[in-house]
């Protein structure tokens, strides 16, 4: 019985460790690829979050928001803002992304828990670096995002069409408030 508490213990710590290392798993889900000739400095600044789909993180948040700046070591400060409308509460969290391969492919990492990361791929974006879409490294993360509070319908379809193509399940989408 007391081999049999270690080989269970052994087992479940090793799927918990193989679960934890597939959700922080960076790569993009099939079908997508990342932006290339990608303008990072273009992308600085500060994005509205328009449409996610939902998960524990952002969970009752409106008014999201993403702020990116270059730090000093080459890597981007990530600021993600948003208003729990059930706490009645600000949140913030600050993370840090960086380039998986080189700063013209928008295929990115992000942690905002060391030495944990998950991909962060924007996969179309506009000439004008104003709206983007952005999705994680499988179809369970995605985000729609716009210089402004609002994004043009012509944008919203585009996304959308994009992302529907690549399987993922917009019907699911939180669109978010914007105040």
Do not use: H
């Amino acid at each position: 019985m007391k081999n049999l508490n270690k080989i269970s213990l052994a087992l479940g710590l090793s799927v918990s460790f193989l679960l934890i290392l597939n959700s922080c798993a960076t790569g993009l889900p099939k079908g997508a690829t990342a932006v290339s000739n990608f303008d990072s400095n273009k992308y600085l600044g500060k994005w509205y979050e328009i449409a996610r789909f939902d998960f524990r993180f952002e969970k009752n948040l409106n008014q999201v928001t993403a702020t990116y700046s270059k730090k000093e070591n080459g890597n981007i400060k990530v600021e993600n803002r948003g208003y729990d409308y059930v706490k009645n509460e600000w949140k913030e969290s600050i993370g840090e992304a960086k380039f998986v391969k080189n700063p013209n492919i928008a295929e990115l990492k992000v942690s905002f828990f060391k030495p944990i990361w998950a991909s962060y791929n924007v996969i179309d974006i506009d000439e004008d670096y104003k709206y983007a879409l952005v999705v994680g490294n499988n179809k369970d993360y995605m985000w729609i995002l716009s210089r402004e509070k609002t994004l043009p319908e012509s944008y919203k379809q585009r996304f959308l069409s994009k992302a529907k193509s690549l399987g993922f399940e917009i019907e699911n989408l939180i669109w978010v408030e914007q105040k």
